[in-house]
């Protein structure tokens, strides 16, 4: 591999979230990229990965961001997508609580019109508060907001539970932030 592990998911989650444009590639309306096509184009921008590069960033990458379709041809990203793909999530329940950690600076915001996806396609959140810290601390120091999704679920608000155990939701409102 022509680079540390952490730079090839990070560029990637580049490609098959955000900016698959970046080396010429079209994801088709479920976010699937072909592996081959992948190869090919990464490759063009100078950066060389060979099938068992893809097959060791799926299967060891620390947050499993991405899975190969069942034939292997096709690769995508488990969520995160700022792009419009349609993952086709299974609809879940969600546990009574879940948490999202955001830094202090968002806090105000949130309070004021709940959690919104912002960029990407859900809001995301964590099934336990040492996940939400994480997800947090990369912006400063995180606060964890719990969010009674028990009680969302039963007012009819719909939870989807990504391959890699993010939960995802369309908005949060405030009255269900503790
Ligand atoms: C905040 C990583 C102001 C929200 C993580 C967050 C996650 C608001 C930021 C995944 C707001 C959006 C997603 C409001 C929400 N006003 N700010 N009303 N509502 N926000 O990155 O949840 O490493 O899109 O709190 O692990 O931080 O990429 O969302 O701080 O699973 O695989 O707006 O990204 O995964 O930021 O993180 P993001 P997130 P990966």
């Not at 096709?74 to 969520?79: L, P, T, V, Y």
């Given at each position: 591999?022509n680079e540390p592990i952490k730079g090839t998911s990070k560029f990637l989650s580049?490609?098959?979230?955000?900016?698959?444009?970046?080396?010429?590639?079209?994801?088709?309306?479920?976010?699937?990229?072909?592996?081959?096509?992948?190869?090919?184009?990464?490759?063009?921008?100078?950066?060389?990965?060979?099938?068992?590069?893809?097959?060791?960033?799926?299967?060891?990458?620390?947050?499993?961001?991405?899975?190969?379709?069942?034939?292997?041809?096709?690769?995508?990203?488990?969520?995160?997508?700022?792009?419009?793909?349609?993952?086709?999530?299974?609809?879940?329940?969600?546990?009574?609580?879940?948490?999202?950690?955001?830094?202090?600076?968002?806090?105000?915001?949130?309070?004021?019109?709940?959690?919104?996806?912002?960029?990407?396609?859900?809001?995301?959140?964590?099934?336990?508060?040492?996940?939400?810290?994480?997800?947090?601390?990369?912006?400063?120091?995180?606060?964890?907001?719990?969010?009674?999704?028990?009680?969302?679920h039963r007012d009819g608000y719909v939870f989807y539970l990504s391959d890699n155990?993010?939960?995802?939701?369309?908005?949060?409102?405030?009255?269900?932030?503790?």
């Amino acid at each position: 591999m022509n680079e540390p592990i952490k730079g090839t998911s990070k560029f990637l989650s580049l490609v098959l979230r955000h900016k698959p444009e970046t080396i010429g590639l079209q994801l088709d309306e479920n976010g699937w990229a072909n592996v081959d096509e992948l190869i090919t184009k990464c490759a063009a921008t100078g950066r060389i990965y060979t099938p068992e590069d893809l097959d060791e960033i799926v299967a060891t990458n620390d947050k499993k961001r991405f899975a190969y379709s069942e034939d292997k041809r096709r690769i995508r990203a488990n969520q995160g997508h700022s792009i419009m793909v349609e993952l086709n999530l299974p609809v879940t329940e969600p546990p009574e609580w879940l948490y999202h950690g955001t830094p202090e600076k968002f806090v105000a915001a949130i309070r004021a019109e709940g959690l919104r996806k912002m960029e990407r396609q859900h809001v995301h959140l964590s099934g336990d508060r040492e996940t939400a810290h994480k997800v947090g601390s990369r912006r400063g120091r995180p606060v964890i907001l719990p969010v009674h999704s028990g009680q969302m679920h039963r007012d009819g608000y719909v939870f989807y539970l990504s391959d890699n155990g993010v939960w995802l939701t369309d908005h949060v409102p405030t009255d269900y932030i503790d």
